[in-house]
């Protein structure tokens, strides 16, 4: 049973930081991409952050320079270090993993989709 686990999300205000976490469990922390995703009400879904087991990551261009995606592989635990925060970074995030890997960026795994997917925990920036 593969399960994860978004915790981190809150109100703050606009320049405000934020930090969200994935706890993935079911699976051994190799060979994965595991992507943060986000959906405003109204709005598509899209990608934000991706980390692949090799310590390879990605960015939106909307959050590069604000956001920084790391993992912490002794807990099984990936993170989303949101700073500058806008109010358009509201959204419910998601964290979502795809196993097994081979040859292909954590750009390309996300855009390609993804095996499973967390609950989600919802971030509003507001003033």
């Known amino acids: 049973e593969v399960q994860l686990v978004e915790s981190g999300g809150g109100l703050v205000q606009p320049g405000e930081s934020l930090r969200l976490s994935c706890v993935a469990s079911?699976?051994?922390?190799?060979?994965?991409?595991i992507g943060w995703f986000r959906q405003a009400p109204g709005k598509e879904r899209e990608g934000v952050s991706g980390i692949k087991s090799d310590g390879s990551t990605y960015y939106a261009d909307s959050v590069k320079g604000r956001f920084t995606i790391s993992s912490d592989n002794t807990r099984n635990t990936v993170y989303l270090q949101m700073s500058s925060l806008k109010p358009e970074d509201t959204a419910v995030y998601y964290c979502?993993?795809?196993?097994?890997?081979?040859?292909?960026?954590?750009?390309?795994?996300?855009?390609?989709?993804?095996?499973?997917w967390g609950k989600g925990t919802l971030v509003t920036v507001s003033s």
């Open positions: 979502a993993v795809d196993l097994g890997v081979v040859g292909m960026t954590a750009a390309q795994v996300m855009n390609y989709g993804m095996d499973y």
């Open positions: 079911g699976f051994t922390f190799d060979n994965f991409v």
